[in-house]
Nanobody, 125 residues
Framework: QVQLVESGGGLVQAGDSLRLSCVATGTLTNYGLGWFRQAPGKAREFIAS????????YYSGPMRGRFAISRDNTKNTMFLQIEGLNPQDTAVYYC???????????????????WGQGTQVTVSS
């Protein structure tokens, strides 16, 4: 069983940077973790994921460049650094975990078993 709690969201200005955190409980050795977001009226979309044991990272094509996923193994914490925020980045950002580690690179929602409650990011122009 894995529990996830996101933090770090808020109201920011266009052009700002932000680092989101996801603290996990449980042993993550055999898990992949990922970041997703859902904007109002839109489907949830995959941003990036990481295999916890190997630190291999994967990104959705459109997200590559401004988003950086990382982890602190000693603190069971995953991060998402976002640079150059714009109003289109306004969304609820979720972290999720999958026990199907081989599915980690693909970022398909149904493969992720555990989800956090989300953290709101609002970018003003």
């Amino acid at each position: 069983q894995v529990q996830l709690v996101e933090s770090g969201g808020g109201l920011v200005q266009a052009g700002d940077s932000l680092r989101l955190s996801c603290v996990a409980t449980g042993t993550l050795t055999n898990y992949g973790l990922g970041w997703f977001r859902q904007a109002p009226g839109k489907a949830r979309e995959f941003i990036a994921s990481i295999k916890w044991s190997t630190d291999n990272k994967y990104y959705s094509g459109p997200m590559r460049g401004r988003f950086a996923i990382s982890r602190d193994n000693t603190k069971n914490t995953m991060f998402l650094q976002i640079e150059g925020l714009n109003p289109q980045d306004t969304a609820v950002y979720y972290c999720a975990a999958t026990s199907r580690v081989d599915k980690t690179p693909y970022g398909w929602d149904p493969d992720f078993d555990y989800w956090g409650q989300g953290t709101q990011v609002t970018v003003s122009s």
